[in-house]
């Protein structure tokens, strides 16, 4: 597809899919259900243009674009580069994010400040542009935010991330409302992952702690969030939930 050609398909930006992790995954599946992918990165363009080949040697249809989320002129950017590429938006979803671990006593101001820039600010700057977007499409589209399981049950090491990330149920529930105001077939849901891609570096005790906290007694893979994806942009009367998709690890 030539550039400023109107897709066929519906089309997909899915924020962080640069690295091989869950965005990535979601994108992948995306592709394979259809739509034409935008693959958002920021430092990993060498795995993001391998994943557009990946998909465009399976007859898929996909580009990468280069955007700091936390930098309100360079998502101005990426989403013009977007239209300009594909004229149209029907799913946006969020995953980009960082996750740094650090004691309490060592965690600072700034360490706050660049979780909550990426996390939530990054979230809410990418969704109010990609959603006024959709609300003047007739057919509006559908936004799926990435939250984290554990900011109701959050664990130790972590504060200035479930911080941040503690912003996306609010934020989900705020923009279905405020886009819903401007187009009602724009529809804002959020998902909440549990242990869907473990950590490098766990031992073997480890791994089986975080396995035994879950009630199916086992790890997620980042397919299960892709057909959360799905299912949250193909079901036209749900809007402002946060689905955990944690294997019961919330209540377990």
Request: contains cysteine.
């Amino acid at each position: 597809m030539s550039a400023g050609e109107k897709s066929s398909r519906p089309v997909a930006l899915i924020t962080g899919a640069g690295r091989r992790r869950v965005g990535n995954v979601v994108a992948k599946v995306l592709a394979g259900q259809g739509y034409a992918v935008a693959l958002h990165y920021n430092a990993s363009q060498e795995a993001a243009e391998e994943t557009v080949a990946e998909i465009e040697a399976d007859g898929g249809s996909a580009a990468s674009f280069q955007a700091d989320v936390a930098d309100a002129l360079q998502v101005e950017r990426l989403f013009e580069q977007h239209m300009a590429r594909f004229d149209r938006l029907d799913l946006l979803v969020t995953t980009a994010s960082v996750w740094d671990p650090l004691p309490l006593e060592q965690t600072t101001a700034d360490d706050v400040r660049r979780q909550f820039d990426i996390n939530a600010l990054g979230t809410f700057l990418c969704c109010r542009r990609g959603g006024l977007l959709m609300a003047e499409q007739a057919e509006g589209g559908s936004i799926v935010t990435v939250g984290d399981w554990a900011t109701v049950r959050p664990y130790e090491n972590y504060a200035a991330y479930f911080v941040s990330k503690g912003a996306i149920p609010t934020m989900t529930r705020s923009l279905a409302v405020e886009l819903a105001g401007r187009n009602p077939n724009v529809r804002v849901n959020a998902i909440l992952p549990g242990p869907v891609m473990l950590p490098e570096g766990l031992t073997e005790a480890e791994e089986k702690a975080v396995i035994a906290s879950t009630l199916v007694k086992r790890a997620g893979t980042p397919e299960a969030v892709a057909h959360a994806v799905l299912f949250l942009a193909e079901n036209d009367f749900v809007t402002g939930v946060c689905l955990p998709v944690d294997g019961g690890r919330t209540i377990g």
